[in-house]
T-cell receptor, first 114, second 112 residues
Framework: GAGVSQSPSNKVTEKGKDVELRCDPI?????LYWYRQSLGQGLEFLIY????????KSGLPSDRFSAERTGGSVSTLTIQRTQQEDSAVYLC????????????FGEGSWLTVV | GENVEQHPSTLSVQEGDSAVIKCTYS??????FPWYKQELGKGPQLIID?????GEKKDQRIAVTLNKTAKHFSLHITETQPEDSAVYFC???????????FGQGTRLTINP
């Protein structure tokens, strides 16, 4: 596609439920990133993919968070047993490679845990 | 690891005046410094970037300067317009690094 596509754009879920957030990167981009942005805050790195592998998972806040990428394209971020502190905008980004190329962001998935 | 500090957190300027946002970074190995603009409800959009082999880069009303010795870089917007109102983020990364480290953002308001 023309840009990074994320779905859903908005999600309200009950505390304790699992959620899946989807990212479709720009075609041909091998690098894919997930960031989290809490209300009024900066962007917090979560995980990075190069192809289907994730060399850097250092930003995942807990073992309730996981992500996968299949076919070197679409990625899914899964949050299990959601907590209220998980409420945030989850931003996906992609770039041609991991070596200093421009990183393009999607519009984000706004998650609210009630 | 890298740490990026951004100031000010909020900035209000009159339309037509200039705006300057400053960032410092901690890792001297960082060599790529992009600036992103984020409008309400949207994802961040790259507006300009600079690499460590240059000291300044301009694109119309926007310019970025880099001081490697002092480890700081700045965004300059001249002749500000209402549509420049947004949150601006600086970031830093190393060649071959897998991620950008972002500053905390500056909310810029242009007053008509």
């Amino acid at each position: 596609g023309a840009g990074v596509s994320q779905s859903p754009s908005n999600k309200v879920t009950e505390k304790g439920k699992d959620v899946e957030l989807r990212c479709d990167p720009i075609s041909g981009h091998t690098a894919l990133y997930w960031y989290r942005q809490s209300l009024g805050q900066g962007l917090e790195f979560l995980i990075y993919f190069q192809g289907n592998s994730a060399p850097d998972k250092s930003g995942l806040p807990s073992d309730r968070f996981s992500a996968e990428r299949t076919g070197g394209s679409v990625s899914t971020l899964t949050i299990q047993r959601t907590q209220q502190e998980d409420s945030a905008v989850y931003l996906c980004a992609s770039s041609l490679s991991n070596s200093g190329n421009t990183i393009y962001f999607g519009e984000g998935s706004w998650l609210t845990v009630v | 690891g890298e740490n990026v500090e951004q100031h000010p957190s909020t900035l209000s300027v009159q339309e037509g005046d200039s705006a300057v946002i400053k960032c410092t970074y901690s890792d001297s190995a960082s060599n790529y410094f992009p600036w992103y603009k984020q409008e309400l409800g949207k994802g961040p959009q790259l507006i300009i970037d600079i690499r460590s082999n240059v000291g300044e880069k301009k694109d119309q009303r926007i310019a970025v300067t880099l001081n490697k010795t002092a480890k700081h870089f700045s965004l300059h917007i001249t002749e500000t317009q209402p549509e420049d109102s947004a949150v601006y983020f600086c970031a830093a990364s190393k060649q071959g690094a897998q991620k950008l480290v972002f500053g905390q953002g500056t909310r810029l308001t242009i007053n008509p």
